[in-house]
């Protein structure tokens, strides 16, 4: 067995880019590792069919209740890929995953995405395939406030041969020294400022008003994400004309969250857009004529969509929440605040809206240099992963 490793992304619920940042960051780290040469597969165990656009990874949909079916959502898709993820969830439901090496002569890497809802799965798998894991949701900080948690998330991240994270709060929340710590990145190819005429025609394209002041909250509707404290926040910024724009899905899970979101912008005074989930090629002219991006999360890792903003020379108002603090430094490559607090966000935008102008633009292109950085591109994110991957092949399977 040699070559390149087949690299199997693990995710449920939805895969659809226009989502969130889980989505986005499985796509933008596959894309970088196709180019690389690595045949890369997404394996959704998910009971919905999301959004797909061509020359995206080849994303396979397995019913959880159905291991043993196929729909293969992304098409074409090679033959023996096909017959190898074919092998996967049939040898997976029977316990006999290891077949799947042998018949696809090449190596093969599971990497999973998101934690208990696959964690019987990845376990499984790991009997006879290396799995890795990059802790994005934040489930290990719930599970280690309950009584015998830290040791709970250690003995369920065991069978893991590499973990990342992108915050250190998510890496310490393992209770696992060993975890690789990585900001989330940003493609400064498709996110770069615009000239002065190009981002006002923008404006005037999506109807925003000249002398308006224009927030941009590219947030999906869920509780941690924190779109009512932003929508909250609306009736205490004392500047107007302000607009805000909310651009972010409204999650199925969370359909009182929605509807109370939506009250509370009917209800004020303020003008508001709710231009609902934009797909991340679009999204990035709304990132460029804006005035000011809200990131105005509960709970967080490195936020996309701040990178994206600061890529797009638009200055960032967010929280403190996770690993914001880790991206950003107070009044010096963003504005920062209390997380839950719409009284707080309130205070700081109208600190920031009656601030010096240049004192903002000097703070926005500092963080355009940030974003620019090694450090924050899918490239340094991708050479992590491709050390993990060939130490995890030497070490073989876990034996968990």
């Given at each position: 067995m040699s070559g390149t490793p087949l690299v199997v992304m693990l995710t449920s619920d939805y895969l659809d880019v226009r989502v969130g940042g889980v989505e986005n960051h499985i796509f933008e780290v596959s894309r970088v590792?196709?180019?690389?040469?690595?045949?890369?597969?997404?394996?959704?165990?998910?009971?919905?069919?999301?959004?797909?656009?061509?020359?995206?990874?080849?994303?396979?949909?397995?019913?959880?209740?159905?291991?043993?079916?196929?729909?293969?959502?992304?098409?074409?898709?090679?033959?023996?890929?096909?017959e190898s993820l074919t092998r996967l969830t049939n040898n997976t439901a029977a316990g006999r995953a290891g077949r799947l090496i042998q018949r696809t002569r090449r190596p093969v890497i599971v990497h999973q995405h998101d934690f208990t809802a696959n964690l019987l799965l990845s376990r499984r798998l790991s009997k006879d395939l290396p799995v890795c894991w990059t802790n994005h949701l934040g489930e290990t900080l719930a599970l280690r406030q309950i009584p015998g948690g830290t040791r709970l998330v250690r003995r369920l991240t065991s069978h893991y041969r590499a973990i990342f994270a992108p915050s250190r709060e998510l890496a310490e929340s393992t209770g696992r020294p060993e975890v690789i710590v990585f900001s989330n990145g940003v493609d400064t190819n498709k996110h770069q400022p615009l000239v002065r005429r190009d981002r006002e025609s923008k404006r005037r394209e999506f109807g925003w008003g000249e002398k308006e002041v224009v927030f941009l909250v590219p947030r999906r509707w869920a509780p941690n994400k924190g779109v009512l404290v932003a929508a909250r926040a609306l009736s205490l910024i004392a500047h107007h004309p302000v607009r805000f724009v909310f651009a972010g899905s409204t999650s199925t899970q969370y359909p009182d969250y929605a509807a109370q979101v939506s009250s509370v912008?009917?209800?004020?005074?303020?003008?508001?857009?709710?231009?609902?989930?934009?797909?991340?090629?679009?999204?990035?002219?709304?990132?460029?004529?804006?005035?000011?991006?809200?990131?105005?999360?509960?709970?967080?890792?490195?936020?996309?969509?701040?990178?994206?903003?600061?890529?797009?020379?638009?200055?960032?108002?967010?929280?403190?929440?996770?690993?914001?603090?880790?991206?950003?430094?107070?009044?010096?490559?963003?504005?920062?605040?209390?997380?839950?607090?719409?009284?707080?966000?309130?205070?700081?935008?109208?600190?920031?809206?009656?601030a010096d102008p240049a004192t903002t633009r000097r703070v926005s292109e500092r963080a355009l240099a940030v974003a620019r950085s090694y450090e924050h591109s899918w490239e340094h994110v991708a050479d992590l992963l491709e050390s993990a991957y060939e130490r995890a092949l030497r070490v073989g399977a876990g034996n968990s």
């Open positions: 590792l196709m180019d690389r040469g690595y045949p890369v597969v997404v394996l959704r165990v998910s009971e919905e069919v999301g959004r797909f656009d061509p020359g995206e990874p080849r994303v396979v949909a397995v019913h959880p209740r159905n291991l043993g079916s196929l729909h293969v959502i992304s098409d074409p898709f090679p033959s023996w890929m096909r912008l009917s209800g004020s005074t303020a003008r508001s857009d709710i231009v609902g989930a934009i797909a991340p090629a679009d999204l990035v002219a709304y990132y460029q004529a804006a005035d000011f991006v809200v990131i105005p999360s509960i709970r967080e890792a490195t936020s996309l969509s701040a990178l994206e903003a600061m890529a797009c020379g638009t200055p960032v108002i967010a929280t403190t929440a996770g690993g914001l603090v880790e991206v950003f430094t107070d009044g010096e490559t963003g504005f920062l605040c209390a997380p839950g607090d719409p009284s707080a966000l309130a205070q700081r935008i109208n600190d920031v809206l009656a």
